[in-house]
């Protein structure tokens, strides 16, 4: 099986996916000429042609806009931003027209739109470049959440997500782009919703998405080593719908859980994992859930602050310990 | 506005409380910080304070009466507020500390011990304490029917983890595990009469600091009294009967043996009430012949076997195995030479009676054959004193050995 980055599997996805359907096109800041900032779409532009691969002005709202009205007729817009970061000039657009209007025109409308982009922190980018917001979105009623994790489940996910008929936010990661990892060659898709086991343990079930799922299985590793624990990794995939029974199948194997993710502490996705679980599988809970997180604070842009407050395997650990009554 | 006085918990390890005495009586007008009455408490004499203003509408436990934490004690309430509902639920909650026949229960509630393998959650309601244990925790105690109340929690602030549960269920297996060379076994589970007998008993032996004393008693004249009365009426008189009717005459004379052990206080009976350890199919039971001390030999005889049979044919009233304030076990019939009974809470004493054996002893300056009977009286050291026991007994052998005592 071929070895690849995970902005490659997007590239894939995106290239299969605009072969398969000609009513999905891609559009955004930097996406054509210059093949994309973090260059997720390059070679499309000579592929698709300027029709389907859409330079944009430096205006969020305006093409956001734009994509949502060309999906309300038929189309299967993509639209990326240059971080999402960036998307809150264009939330508007997300949340008051994507996500609202098949609701509003008693279903006669679906809007069939991925917006998609790198979310959370790179590293020394500020406090206004470095954040993950993904509970903002998975808030909403009317949009999907996808945060993958490797180079297969970013391209089995986007595939997903462009042939979905609901708009779906599809948060990527700069430092994940590099990423290498194992993808089949040919068609493969992975259902939007579905949480996946990315190492099997019996001890404590640790919760993750994204860049934290490198955190956890690095964590989980020196658990293993040093501390005889063996973590089952659960990557969400999918913030929303979240995976619940696949969460909650691992709660009743470890009886302990802890959730890492990359946003802020209060009303986090694992403050959502931690509702779900008290409640769906209480009888199995054998210590209170603990959560890592982000530092409480506006990202430091100094170095050592910033790694500070930045979710690590060492804080992981340390939940990890202290569910399992071993502090 | 109703406002509940319950009994507070008044100091760190206090289960219940006694009213020593109301500083408000009914129909005072209170206000929040008023102290209402001293309670009693397992270390001091404390005050209770009033929670809500109002009047002292109505006091449901009264001077001198004990009640366990968080039972209501009193209400607060407008003049003219309805406060029957309060009243009326607090029906139910135990207390002790009255006179009377009330307090007469067979088995105080004081002495209500866990049994090793009950379900938590009926035992946590009834001690009203509560268990800090993990959801699993809890679920596994259910499921594998541990008391939570036996297991030893290691998490924070004691709470009782998985790993608790699951030691506690392996030291139970490893305590109900047969021996490794057993070829095969057979699980009977226990009879209701087992598991009393089993609580009982555990009940005894470990809070109650036990000590024996045992005395051999010449029966040769005994056994001559015996014969004469056997020879001449038709009840036939055994020689239980007669150790029966001495130990309940010995009792009137040393009423510091005829007692019951009540935690605050030692009951000690006018009556003699008799309890007869029978064996049953099942274990055994303890009918009572009451005021053994009254009764002639021949209706102890009676009593005796009627009860006995109804014993063994379950079917024994609760009146009759219950209020006995001494009590006897025989093995003699079994060859049992000497042994020690466990006593029956909460009484002072009990005399384990063995086998009547012709021995060799020194009697009259020579060696002479003689019926001899060995006996063992437990005693409850909290009541009785090694003394105090020793005369008890003095008095048993001679009227054993001058049965003539008995129509005194």
């Given at each position: 099986?071929?070895?690849?980055?995970?902005?490659?599997?997007?590239?894939?996805?995106?290239?299969?996916?605009?072969?398969?359907?000609?009513?999905?096109?891609?559009?955004?800041?930097?996406?054509?000429?210059?093949?994309?900032?973090?260059?997720?779409?390059?070679?499309?532009?000579?592929?698709?042609?300027?029709?389907?691969?859409?330079?944009?002005?430096?205006?969020?709202?305006?093409?956001?806009?734009?994509?949502?009205?060309?999906?309300?007729?038929?189309?299967?817009?993509?639209?990326?931003?240059?971080?999402?970061?960036?998307?809150?000039?264009?939330?508007?657009?997300?949340?008051?027209?994507?996500?609202?209007?098949?609701?509003?025109?008693?279903?006669?409308?679906?809007?069939?739109?991925?917006?998609?982009?790198?979310?959370?922190?790179?590293?020394?980018?500020?406090?206004?470049?470095?954040?993950?917001?993904?509970?903002?979105?998975?808030?909403?009623?009317?949009?999907?959440?996808?945060?993958?994790?490797?180079?297969?489940?970013?391209?089995?996910?986007?595939?997903?997500?462009?042939?979905?008929?609901?708009?779906?936010?599809?948060?990527?990661?700069?430092?994940?782009?590099?990423?290498?990892?194992?993808?089949?060659?040919?068609?493969?898709?992975?259902?939007?919703?579905?949480?996946?086991?990315?190492?099997?343990?019996?001890?404590?079930?640790?919760?993750?998405?994204?860049?934290?799922?490198?955190?956890?299985?690095?964590?989980?590793?020196?658990?293993?080593?040093?501390?005889?624990?063996?973590?089952?990794?659960?990557?969400?995939?999918?913030?929303?719908?979240?995976?619940?029974?696949?969460?909650?199948?691992?709660?009743?194997?470890?009886?302990?859980?802890?959730?890492?993710?990359?946003?802020?502490?209060?009303?986090?996705?694992?403050?959502?994992?931690?509702?779900?679980?008290?409640?769906?599988?209480?009888?199995?809970?054998?210590?209170?859930?603990?959560?890592?997180?982000?530092?409480?604070?506006?990202?430091?842009?100094?170095?050592?602050?910033?790694?500070?407050?930045?979710?690590?395997?060492?804080?992981?650990?340390?939940?990890?310990?202290?569910?399992?009554?071993?502090? | 506005?109703?406002?509940?006085?319950?009994?507070?918990?008044?100091?760190?390890?206090?289960?219940?409380?006694?009213?020593?005495?109301?500083?408000?009586?009914?129909?005072?007008?209170?206000?929040?910080?008023?102290?209402?009455?001293?309670?009693?408490?397992?270390?001091?004499?404390?005050?209770?304070?009033?929670?809500?203003?109002?009047?002292?509408?109505?006091?449901?436990?009264?001077?001198?009466?004990?009640?366990?934490?968080?039972?209501?004690?009193?209400?607060?309430?407008?003049?003219?507020?309805?406060?029957?509902?309060?009243?009326?639920?607090?029906?139910?909650?135990?207390?002790?500390?009255?006179?009377?026949?009330?307090?007469?229960?067979?088995?105080?509630?004081?002495?209500?011990?866990?049994?090793?393998?009950?379900?938590?959650?009926?035992?946590?309601?009834?001690?009203?304490?509560?268990?800090?244990?993990?959801?699993?925790?809890?679920?596994?105690?259910?499921?594998?029917?541990?008391?939570?109340?036996?297991?030893?929690?290691?998490?924070?602030?004691?709470?009782?983890?998985?790993?608790?549960?699951?030691?506690?269920?392996?030291?139970?297996?490893?305590?109900?595990?047969?021996?490794?060379?057993?070829?095969?076994?057979?699980?009977?589970?226990?009879?209701?009469?087992?598991?009393?007998?089993?609580?009982?008993?555990?009940?005894?032996?470990?809070?109650?600091?036990?000590?024996?004393?045992?005395?051999?008693?010449?029966?040769?004249?005994?056994?001559?009294?015996?014969?004469?009365?056997?020879?001449?009426?038709?009840?036939?008189?055994?020689?239980?009967?007669?150790?029966?009717?001495?130990?309940?005459?010995?009792?009137?004379?040393?009423?510091?043996?005829?007692?019951?052990?009540?935690?605050?206080?030692?009951?000690?009976?006018?009556?003699?009430?008799?309890?007869?350890?029978?064996?049953?199919?099942?274990?055994?039971?303890?009918?009572?012949?009451?005021?053994?001390?009254?009764?002639?030999?021949?209706?102890?005889?009676?009593?005796?076997?009627?009860?006995?049979?109804?014993?063994?044919?379950?079917?024994?009233?609760?009146?009759?195995?219950?209020?006995?304030?001494?009590?006897?076990?025989?093995?003699?019939?079994?060859?049992?030479?000497?042994?020690?009974?466990?006593?029956?809470?909460?009484?002072?004493?009990?005399?384990?009676?063995?086998?009547?054996?012709?021995?060799?002893?020194?009697?009259?300056?020579?060696?002479?054959?003689?019926?001899?009977?060995?006996?063992?009286?437990?005693?409850?050291?909290?009541?009785?004193d090694g003394a105090t026991g020793a005369q008890f007994l003095q008095t048993v052998r001679r009227m054993l050995e001058q049965p003539l005592a008995i129509v005194w």
């Amino acid at each position: 099986m071929p070895t690849i980055t995970y902005r490659d599997a997007l590239n894939q996805a995106l290239r299969e996916e605009m072969q398969r359907d000609p009513t999905v096109f891609l559009m955004g800041e930097e996406v054509g000429v210059y093949q994309g900032a973090y260059k997720v779409s390059r070679g499309l532009l000579e592929e698709f042609g300027p029709q389907r691969i859409v330079d944009t002005p430096i205006a969020e709202l305006g093409f956001a806009g734009v994509g949502v009205g060309a999906a309300m007729v038929g189309m299967r817009p993509i639209i990326e931003f240059m971080t999402w970061n960036f998307a809150l000039l264009a939330i508007d657009q997300v949340i008051n027209s994507a996500a609202k209007i098949l609701y509003m025109s008693g279903g006669q409308v679906p809007v069939p739109i991925v917006f998609r982009g790198p979310g959370g922190a790179a590293l020394q980018l500020g406090a206004q470049h470095s954040q993950a917001f993904d509970s903002w979105f998975a808030h909403v009623p009317g949009l999907k959440v996808v945060a993958p994790a490797t180079p297969y489940d970013a391209k089995g996910l986007l595939k997903s997500a462009i042939r979905d008929d609901n708009p779906v936010v599809f948060l990527e990661g700069e430092m994940l782009y590099n990423l290498k990892g194992e993808v089949p060659e040919g068609e493969y898709t992975i259902p939007l919703g579905t949480a996946d086991v990315k190492r099997a343990g019996t001890d404590v079930t640790v919760v993750c998405h994204s860049k934290t799922v490198a955190v956890a299985l690095k964590a989980a590793d020196q658990l293993a080593r040093d501390h005889g624990i063996e973590a089952d990794v659960v990557d969400l995939r999918s913030l929303r719908p979240l995976d619940v029974p696949t969460l909650r199948e691992s709660l009743h194997r470890t009886n302990r859980c802890v959730v890492v993710e990359e946003g802020w502490p209060f009303c986090g996705i694992g403050a959502q994992v931690v509702d779900e679980l008290q409640r769906e599988a209480f009888d199995d809970l054998d210590a209170p859930i603990l959560r890592v997180t982000q530092a409480d604070v506006p990202m430091p842009y100094n170095k050592h602050l910033e790694r500070a407050a930045k979710p690590t395997p060492e804080q992981v650990i340390a939940a990890v310990r202290r569910v399992a009554y071993l502090d | 506005m109703i406002t509940k006085v319950v009994m507070e918990a008044l100091s760190p390890t206090m289960e219940e409380g006694r009213i020593a005495q109301w500083l408000k009586k009914e129909g005072d007008a209170v206000k929040t910080g008023d102290v209402l009455a001293e309670v009693e408490t397992d270390k001091a004499i404390m005050e209770l304070p009033a929670r809500g203003n109002g009047v002292l509408r109505k006091i449901l436990v009264g001077d001198g009466q004990t009640t366990a934490v968080g039972n209501l004690v009193a209400v607060i309430a407008a003049a003219e507020e309805d406060i029957s509902g309060v009243v009326g639920q607090s029906g139910q909650q135990g207390q002790s500390g009255q006179q009377g026949p009330a307090a007469r229960a067979p088995t105080p509630p004081a002495l209500t011990a866990p049994s090793a393998l009950t379900a938590a959650v009926g035992r946590e309601a009834e001690a009203g304490g509560r268990i800090k244990a993990s959801p699993l925790a809890r679920r596994m105690a259910g499921e594998k029917g541990v008391d939570l109340h036996r297991v030893e929690g290691t998490g924070p602030s004691g709470r009782i983890i998985k790993r608790d549960v699951d030691t506690a269920l392996t030291a139970l297996t490893a305590l109900t595990a047969p021996p490794p060379e057993a070829e095969g076994w057979e699980d009977v589970a226990l009879s209701q009469v087992r598991k009393a007998i089993a609580r009982r008993l555990t009940q005894s032996l470990a809070p109650i600091p036990h000590f024996y004393l045992t005395a051999e008693i010449d029966m040769e004249r005994a056994a001559e009294a015996r014969d004469a009365l056997n020879a001449a009426g038709d009840t036939k008189i055994s020689f239980n009967d007669i150790v029966v009717k001495v130990v309940a005459m010995a009792l009137r004379q040393h009423r510091a043996c005829n007692a019951w052990w009540q935690g605050d206080a030692v009951r000690y009976f006018h009556d003699v009430h008799i309890g007869i350890a029978v064996a049953i199919d099942e274990g055994l039971i303890t009918p009572v012949i009451h005021h053994a001390d009254r009764k002639s030999l021949r209706a102890i005889a009676t009593a005796t076997r009627e009860l006995a049979e109804r014993a063994r044919a379950r079917k024994l009233a609760p009146e009759e195995y219950t209020g006995s304030t001494f009590s006897i076990s025989n093995l003699g019939m079994f060859g049992i030479d000497e042994f020690t009974a466990v006593i029956n809470p909460p009484e002072a004493g009990i005399l384990a009676v063995g086998a009547i054996t012709p021995t060799p002893v020194a009697h009259g300056g020579a060696v002479a054959v003689r019926r001899r009977m060995r006996v063992t009286m437990s005693c409850d050291h909290r009541i009785i004193d090694g003394a105090t026991g020793a005369q008890f007994l003095q008095t048993v052998r001679r009227m054993l050995e001058q049965p003539l005592a008995i129509v005194w």
